[in-house]
């Protein structure tokens, strides 16, 4: 499990073909790699990834083709990513839980400086838009955010200068892909009224 607050924007270092999947090495400075072991879970963009190797600052990863089918952002050497070590039992949760499992990827619909903040407009697959509620929480590209409006299946977040900082979500524009993961809890009270739905019937 993850929270979405990113401890770094790493580097993908390079970009390896491996049985269908791909093989990826990502550098980071700040994500503190001391305690990092082999079997290790690191959120890249949102996406939960197995640590195969270490190297200094180094980390290795495999990319199945089934999470690059439904994922945004992984295959392309040089790129910027948000980076998340999985949580302790004793950890604080800054954001929401997170699982690291991507539901959907979204297009960005604009994305707008409005002074003391930035305006970003996302566009949910259909599919997913039934789960996004004002004041709820959405993971993008791995980063916790909380929902301000809803119109369809496009909706709206506020990005602050500190998050603009310290993730990636500043070299966003209109048109780009996003990794999209809703909240846990909408997910789990759709599965309860579902159950309770087919006992009445």
Same mark, same amino acid.
């Given at each position: 499990?993850?929270?979405?607050?990113?401890?770094? /924007?790493?580097?993908?270092?390079s970009? &390896?073909?491996?049985?269908?999947?791909?093989?990826?090495?990502? /550098?980071?400075?700040?994500?503190?790699m001391d305690d990092v072991?082999?079997?290790?879970?690191? /959120?890249?963009?949102?996406?939960?990834?197995?640590?195969? /190797?270490? %190297?200094?600052? %180094?980390?290795?990863?495999?990319?199945?083709?089934?999470?690059?089918?439904?994922?945004t952002g992984l295959d392309r050497q040089g790129a910027h990513v948000n980076l998340e070590k999985a949580m302790r039992l004793s950890d604080r949760i800054g954001g929401h839980l997170v699982s690291g499992h991507v539901d959907g990827v979204g297009e960005v619909v604009a994305f707008?400086?409005?002074?003391?903040?930035?305006r970003l407009v996302v566009k949910a697959p259909q599919a997913l838009a039934k789960y996004i509620a004002v004041k709820g929480s959405i993971t993008l590209n791995g980063v916790s955010l909380t929902v301000n409006h809803v119109v369809g299946d496009e909706f709206e977040v506020n990005l602050i200068p500190h998050t603009l900082e310290v993730t990636t979500l500043d070299e966003l524009k209109k048109g780009a892909r996003?990794?999209?993961?809703? %909240?846990?809890?909408?997910?789990?009270?759709?599965?309860?009224? &579902?159950a309770e739905k087919e006992q009445n019937t």
């Open positions: 499990m993850f929270s979405g607050i990113i401890a770094d /924007a790493g580097l993908i270092k970009v &390896q073909d491996r049985a269908g999947g791909l093989r990826l090495t990502v /550098a980071t400075e700040m994500l503190g072991k082999l079997g290790d879970s690191i /959120a890249v963009n949102g996406v939960c990834l197995t640590v195969i /190797a270490v %190297d200094g600052n %180094d980390f290795t990863v495999d990319v199945s083709r089934e999470t690059l089918d439904c994922t707008n400086d409005i002074g003391e903040s930035w996003v990794n999209l993961e809703i %909240d846990l809890i909408a997910r789990y009270v759709e599965r309860m009224m &579902q």
